[in-house]
């Protein structure tokens, strides 16, 4: 390695780091269904993946409207970003062992779980004071 090495991209560093994140998701109402979940993000596909049981209520929700707009937002003192975009639930094995691979990287290896779904949300926007090309 060089001491000319680019040096790594402080938006893709910030959505590697360990953090909880929050998932903003439509309830039937309109009104607004937030949570605490475990976000990884793929910036060359431009996917966030949450995994999840099935029988939960974000995973349900999720599942009997694909394709709702919703958000996950991270925060480190001044610093956050939130990625907006159309959410699918996927139970796909192939799919869910490649987020529960990209969820061991960032967070911890999951428990196992058969009821397991990996909710891909498509990033459509990415707002907050770390965006891609932004030294936040």
């Known amino acids: 390695m060089s001491d000319k090495s680019v040096p ?25 269904h937030q949570v605490p979940v475990g976000v990884t993000y793929d910036p060359e596909q431009r ?17 009997a409207r694909p394709g709702a707009r919703v958000s996950v937002c991270q925060v480190e003192g001044r ?8 959410a699918t639930v996927s139970t796909d094995p ?4 490649d987020a529960e691979r990209r969820y061991a990287l960032r967070y911890r290896q999951p428990r196992p779980n058969p ?12 707002l907050g004071t770390v965006r891609p090309g932004n030294e936040g």
């Open 8 to 32: 790594a991209d402080p938006f893709v560093e910030f959505w590697s780091e360990r953090r909880l994140c929050m998932l903003a998701s439509p309830h039937p109402d309109g009104s607004i």
């Open 47 to 63: 996917v966030a993946r949450v995994i999840s049981s099935g029988s939960s209520y974000k995973a349900r929700n999720l599942a």
């Open 79 to 86: 610093r956050w970003s939130t990625l907006e975009g159309t």
């Open 94 to 97: 192939e799919r869910i062992a």
């Open 115 to 126: 009821e397991r779904v990996v909710i891909e949300i498509a990033v459509t926007r990415v």
